[in-house]
């Protein structure tokens, strides 16, 4: 049996019913809003090591010009427009690695932790952590890529209390030199050397010193890559023929210091 329903006799249908008796229960359903994000981690293997990558939310920089400078403004402005991204506001994705050797859980990097110098978006990590089912307290090594504030200043809470209580922890002794020193630093960078002092100190017994070439944990080396900070440092990570470099702030921008390195 066939039936020969026409657009006329829908519409008619429609209209005896009443659009309410049309739209039935769906009329009535009113979902609560969720008002939340999707977690903020990402997880892969390499080799038989298993990394999540975490986020300590965006850092924003304003204005490129001034931080950006290598390139005229115009043609900066035009790399970020041509890849629709807004022209007067650098925004930064902020993420560490955490290696899973099956030995030892390696974090690397802490973010900016409770200092609100980049805005209130930043932060994230213990978050990211929770939602990746990673336990601060399971972490056995914390390593440092470099002194800068977005970097180590989530070793500590707002009231100074050891995040990650059974790690030790791992940096350049240049940077740390540096960045717990007011006059290396200077005046201006204040803010980053009280970040520095806040949560590198309470750990100072902890602290080890890498040197560049260093395998400073198994499958874990370090590279010296100074210019970004004294002693800023990259990361190659092997495991089972495969490997993976964290390359930190060398490169901390998508478009502008993939393009223009300089």
Do not use: C
Request: hydrophobic share 40%.
């Amino acid at each position: 049996m066939t039936l020969d329903v026409s657009r006329r006799s829908l519409l008619a249908l429609g209209a005896g019913l009443g659009t309410s008796a049309m739209m039935g229960d769906m009329a009535l359903a009113k979902a609560p809003k969720v008002g939340t994000q999707a977690q903020y981690f990402y997880r892969f293997n390499v080799g038989d090591a298993e990394v999540t990558v975490v986020s300590d939310g965006q850092l924003v920089l304003g204005d490129p010009k001034g931080t950006f400078t290598g390139v005229p403004d115009d043609e900066l402005r035009k790399m970020l427009s041509d890849n629709f991204l807004a022209t007067n506001n650098i925004v930064l994705e902020q993420n560490s690695p955490i290696v899973n050797t099956g030995d030892k859980l390696v974090l690397f990097d802490t973010g900016m932790g409770s200092a609100q110098g980049f805005g209130p978006a930043t932060g994230r990590q213990q978050k990211s952590l929770k939602e990746a089912g990673i336990k601060p307290e399971d972490v056995d090594a914390v390593v440092f890529s470099h002194g800068h504030i977005d970097h180590i200043g989530g070793v500590v809470d707002a009231n100074d209390k050891v995040l990650f209580p059974n790690a030790q922890y791992y940096i350049a002794e240049s940077d740390f030199d540096y960045w717990t020193n007011y006059d290396k630093a200077g005046p201006q960078l204040k803010a980053f050397v009280d970040q520095a002092r806040k949560n590198l100190l309470p750990v100072r017994d902890r602290l080890v010193f890498y040197k560049d070439d260093q395998e400073i944990l198994p499958g874990i080396h370090a590279l010296s890559a100074p210019g970004h900070t004294v002693g800023h440092t990259i990361f190659v990570i092997s495991s089972g023929g495969k490997s993976f470099a964290y390359t930190a702030d060398l490169t901390h921008h998508p478009i502008l210091l993939m393009e223009k390195p300089r």
